[in-house]
């Protein structure tokens, strides 16, 4: 659809009575469009000059609409290409269920990838062996994957479960496959549920430059316990998730 056609698009005449700024309203206007998928992502929007004709207002009043909207990750610009309707593929992740990250990502129609960062085996620390219930020279598998769907990393996930429970696990091949299923199918873990817990925070600069991130936007931190049928538990996970992408449900009964 040419610019100008979506401007047309855009709905009724402002309320200059209402006592939402002008501003206010072209911002959900816009945003209407783009929910109704009248204007999809990667499709440019109509110019400033052409939103101000349409609604009859100053430029500087659609600036700051799309300033607005800029801010919260409804549009990107490009520098001398125009602005843009930005890619806002949410992922979310019910909390009923225990799932993997393969199996959420599939679900959502999406294609899983990982990008091993780090494996290697370590002594617990005495706080991580009193997690797992174990002593404290307990030797603990550590891997560290950049977690993608389609291409897009989305989070930093470092996995904790002791050695003995998996020989060998370091030498498969943990970008290619999903971890939980290589514990059930390889090493007989069944997991059945696991206690997480989950805190909006600032990514360290190293996490930002992992995940993609323009600048210091929020992450969920998510720690999970992950434990066997009989309530030993089995993984300890501490992910960063990109809190732009990133979205917890909670059916509510
Ligand atoms: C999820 C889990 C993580 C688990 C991973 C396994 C959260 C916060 N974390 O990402 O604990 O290790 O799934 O995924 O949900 P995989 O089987 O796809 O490797």
Redesign the pocket.
């Given at each position: 659809m040419a610019g100008q056609s979506i401007a047309d698009t855009l709905g009724a005449p402002l309320d200059r009575e209402s006592p939402t700024p002008i501003f206010a309203q072209i911002r959900a206007r816009l945003e209407d469009t783009i929910s109704s998928g009248d204007l999809v992502a990667h499709q440019r929007i109509p110019s400033e000059r052409q939103l101000s004709d349409r609604f009859r207002v100053s430029r500087m009043t659609v600036r700051q609409a799309l300033d607005a909207l800029t801010r919260d990750r409804f549009l990107y610009s490009l520098p001398g290409k125009g602005t843009f309707v930005a890619d806002r593929k949410i992922i979310e992740?019910p909390l009923q269920h225990l799932?993997?990250?393969?199996?959420?990502?599939l679900a959502r129609g999406m294609r899983?990838s990982?990008r091993l960062l780090e494996g290697r085996i370590v002594q617990a620390s005495f706080e991580m062996a009193r997690l797992f219930g174990l002593a404290p020279t307990v030797e603990i598998v550590q891997v560290t994957?950049l977690?993608l769907a389609d291409d897009e990393p989305l989070?930093i996930?470092a996995?904790h479960i002791p050695s003995a429970l998996v020989p060998g696990l370091l030498d498969r091949d943990?970008a290619a496959?999903?971890?939980?299923?290589?514990?059930g199918r390889d090493y007989g873990l069944a997991l059945v549920g696991?206690r997480?817990t989950i805190e909006a925070a600032e990514p360290t600069v190293e996490e930002q430059r992992i995940l993609g991130l323009d600048g210091p936007r929020p992450v969920l931190r998510?720690s999970?316990l992950?434990h066997d049928a009989n309530g030993h538990v089995v993984?300890y996970?501490r992910?960063v998730?990109r809190g732009d992408r990133y979205h917890l449900t909670v059916e509510l009964r």
């Open positions: 992740q799932t993997s990250f393969t199996q959420d990502i899983p990982s994957r977690r989070a996930e996995v943990l496959e999903s971890l939980y299923l290589i514990l696991a997480q998510i999970r992950t993984e996970a992910s998730y």
